[in-house]
């Protein structure tokens, strides 16, 4: 059985510091992707990005930057000089199959970010 | 070219009312899928489609059922509503067949949801 976990409920911070966001997946598969969704005040899921478990390397994106590490299970997040427009629940997802799978994704509870002016 | 789109975005019904949940794609996906949101629960799939004319359960499928329509359309219907079903309701696709999704932009697209209250 799939797992994710996203163990901070909330963080506040202000803004233009750097946060990063925690996110541990459990999977039997060798073979797996991963997934980071925003979801602003409005409401619509947003993707931001999808790793597969073959390819650890790092990836930035402009302020947004994400850690795999298989030896550890966690695809963590990190938002670097953050914005108030950075306020939002932010989800990691994990699917044993490409593109979210003919199952679904597996969600976390995600992690409710605040960014204080 | 409007993405993924839900119909109603807010209902509020009474215990034993019954809906439908209606979702378009205009992108010519292939796999369409529901989920529910309930506060600190993340998102929970409900059904899924692969395929125009196949629909298989997810993680939590009791009281509902779904209608795969055509490649378009995957309907979410609720026979009987209970207060259990109080929660917001994403429709989502992904643009290419599953075997065929292994590029880094392949995931699922989310519709805006649809809030519902059951009474």
């Known amino acids: 059985a799939q797992k994710v976990t996203q163990a901070q409920t909330e963080i506040s911070v202000v803004e233009k510091e750097d946060v990063t966001l925690d996110c541990v997946y459990e999977?039997?598969?060798?073979?797996?992707?991963l997934f980071w969704y925003k979801q602003p005040p409005s409401g619509e899921l947003v993707f931001l990005i999808r790793r597969n478990s073959f390819d650890e390397q790092n990836e930035i994106s402009g302020r947004y930057s994400w850690n795999f590490q298989k030896s550890t299970s966690s695809f963590n997040f990190t938002i670097t000089a953050s914005q108030v427009v950075d306020s939002a629940v932010y989800f990691c997802a994990l699917s044993e199959s490409p593109g979210g799978g003919a199952d679904g994704l597996t969600f976390g509870k995600g992690t409710h970010l605040i960014i204080q002016p | 070219n409007a993405g993924v789109t839900q119909t109603p975005k807010f209902q509020v019904l009474k215990t034993g009312q019954s809906m439908t949940l209606q979702c378009a794609q205009d992108?010519?996906?292939?796999?369409m899928y529901w989920y529910r949101q309930d506060p600190g629960m993340g998102l929970r799939l409900i059904y899924y489609s692969a395929s125009e004319g196949t629909t298989d359960k997810g993680e939590v499928p009791n009281g509902y059922n779904v209608s795969r329509l055509n490649k378009r359309e995957f309907s979410l219907r609720l026979e009987s509503a209970a207060p259990s079903q109080t929660s917001v309701y994403f429709c989502?696709?992904?643009?290419?067949?599953?075997?065929?999704?292994?590029?880094?932009?392949?995931?699922?697209?989310f519709g805006p949801g649809t809030r519902l209250t059951v009474l």
């Open positions: 992108m010519n996906h292939n796999s």
């Open positions: 989502a696709s992904i643009p290419r067949p599953l075997k065929l999704a292994g590029g880094p932009t392949d995931t699922q697209y």
């Open positions: 999977t039997r598969d060798t073979t797996y992707y």
